[in-house]
T-cell receptor, first 115, second 111 residues
Framework: NAGVTQTPKFQVLKTGQSMTLQCAQDMNHEYMSWYRQDPGMGLRLIHYSVGAGITDQGEVPNGYNVSRSTTEDFPLRLLSAAPSQTSVYFC??????????????FGDGTRLSIL | SQQGEEDPQALSIQEGENATMNCSYKTSINNLQWYRQNSGRGLVHLILIRSNEREKHSGRLRVTLDTSKKSSSLLITASRAADTASYFCAPGRAGSYQLTFGKGTKLSVIP
């Protein structure tokens, strides 16, 4: 049981490049979410999904796209990277999300630098 | 935003002492969760306390919740060097799918 797996662990991009951060879970969780963590800012919610085919915006969605074609995967896309998107990105999952009094399981993060 | 706010921002104690961290939030909640983050790692869930509960224990951890004051506290008893980490609270607003986090308390336990 691998839990929540994020790839890559580290990435350096140039401004304007695009990339996809991968997140996969093997716990059959319906709810998945993406956060970014910046120094002094805590964790901020980017996007979340309550099931395959259903996504919604969080606190800071601008510049990011998501889709959820399967229960297991929830990729985060940066279409045109900007230096302000330099951050550590965390993916999390749970059975039913915050509504269902369920704990979130986090991946170990992707450290992204944009030059 | 349902963001919790942890206090203090940083805490340094000797091994064996107790550590207390506080969390305040703004609106009605369904539950409140506490997480730990070791340096360079993801968050790990510690305890979830529901809005109708006042206290919950897990090993050396004790969490209290006062919904009238919109506050929670996390007590770690007999701290160990391995408890050195950042601790976050996450108030879960009833009916919301968005779980938001505070900025955390950075705990240092000195051997």
């Amino acid at each position: 049981n691998a839990g929540v797996t994020q790839t890559p662990k580290f990435q350096v991009l140039k401004t304007g490049q695009s990339m996809t951060l991968q997140c996969a879970q093997d716990m059959n969780h319906e709810y998945m979410s993406w956060y970014r963590q910046d120094p002094g800012m805590g964790l901020r919610l980017i996007h979340y999904s309550v099931g395959a085919g259903i996504t919604d915006q969080g606190e800071v969605p601008n510049g990011y796209n998501v889709s959820r074609s399967t229960t297991e995967d929830f990729p985060l896309r940066l279409l045109s990277a900007a230096p302000s998107q330099t951050s550590v990105y965390f993916c999390a999952s749970s059975y039913s999300g915050p509504r269902g009094n369920q704990p979130q399981h986090f991946g170990d993060g992707t450290r992204l630098s944009i030059l | 935003s349902q963001q919790g706010e942890e206090d203090p921002q940083a805490l340094s104690i000797q091994e064996g002492e107790n550590a207390t961290m506080n969390c305040s939030y703004k609106t009605s909640i369904n539950n409140l969760q506490w997480y730990r983050q070791n340096s360079g790692r993801g968050l790990v869930h510690l305890i979830l306390i529901r809005s109708n509960e006042r206290e919950k224990h897990s090993g050396r951890l004790r969490v209290t919740l006062d919904t009238s004051k919109k506050s929670s506290s996390l007590l770690i008893t007999a701290s160990r060097a391995a408890d050195t980490a950042s601790y976050f609270c996450a108030p879960g607003r009833a009916g919301s799918y968005q779980l938001t986090f505070g900025k955390g308390t950075k705990l240092s336990v000195i051997p």
